[in-house]
Every structure is written in structure tokens, then in C-alpha cells.
């Protein structure tokens, strides 16, 4: 042995099938923390805030104030300032969306299995397409 240690990987010393049940049963636990995270999130930043503001905007025939002219009656003519304004505006109209979406997106890719991701929205078929374009619909306002 040229004075090398032989190392030996866990899932070959003990039982195999013990470490890749504990492997699946963890990655369980947390797809379903991630789901929960993502309901949670989307009701508080998507679902609950829309859902209010359908009501009012059947009541008002108006969904509120424009973010590009305020109250005005038309945009502002086009500047750095008018451009910066609106920029900040948009900022604060979704930074928690992007918060929630930077937070899911790199759950996905800490918690969910590369392939699991892959057998359910890797396919290039038809249903693979529509699994996909379903997964994203309760993201969208």
C-alpha cells in the first residue's frame, strides 16, 4: 500500500440501500418545506394582494394609480429623471416577488434532485412542455 490510506465511501461500508432511502427521504422533506415556502410566499406577495384588488377594480373600473404618470393626466416627457423615477417605482411595486423568486429559485437547486427536475420537466415531448408551462402558472399575476 505505499503508505497511501485507503478511504472507503460511506455508502459502500455500511448498507447501500440505508444511505440512498435517507438520501430520498431527506430530499421528501425538503421539496415539501419548498412547496410550503412557496405557497406561503406566493399567498402573502401574489395571490392575496390580486385577489383584493380584482374586487376593487370591478368596483372602481380603475386598478389604481399609474406607476409610469401618478395622478397626472399624462407620462412625463422622457428624461434620465422621469426614467429613474419610474425605475424606482417598479423596484418598489416588486421587490418582494423578486425576493420571494430568488429565494425559491435557489431552493430548487439546494433541496430538489437534478433528476427529478429532469424526469418530470426534461422532456422534450408535448406533455413535458404543458407539465412545465402548468408548474409556472401560479407564479404569474
Not at 406561503?40 to 399609474?66: C, E, M, N, T
Request: without cysteine; proline residues 5%.
Amino acid at each position: 500500500m505505499d503508505g497511501q490510506l485507503e478511504v472507503t465511501p460511506p455508502a459502500v461500508r455500511g448498507s447501500q440501500g440505508g444511505a440512498a432511502a435517507s438520501l430520498e427521504g431527506r430530499s421528501i422533506v425538503g421539496v415539501g418545506v419548498l412547496a410550503g415556502i412557496a405557497v406561503a410566499g406566493l399567498s402573502y406577495v401574489k395571490w392575496d394582494p390580486y385577489f383584493h384588488r380584482a374586487f376593487v377594480a370591478a368596483a372602481q373600473h380603475s386598478i389604481g394609480v399609474s406607476i409610469i404618470s401618478g395622478r397626472a393626466s399624462g407620462a412625463p416627457e422622457p428624461s434620465v429623471a422621469a426614467a429613474l423615477g419610474y425605475a424606482w417605482a417598479y423596484g418598489k411595486a416588486i421587490w418582494q416577488a423578486m425576493i420571494l423568486g430568488l429565494v425559491l429559485g435557489a431552493g430548487v437547486q439546494a433541496v430538489v434532485p437534478r433528476d427529478w427536475l429532469a424526469k418530470i420537466l426534461g422532456r422534450t415531448s408535448f406533455s413535458g412542455v404543458a407539465v412545465a408551462g402548468l408548474a409556472s402558472v401560479p407564479s404569474m399575476m
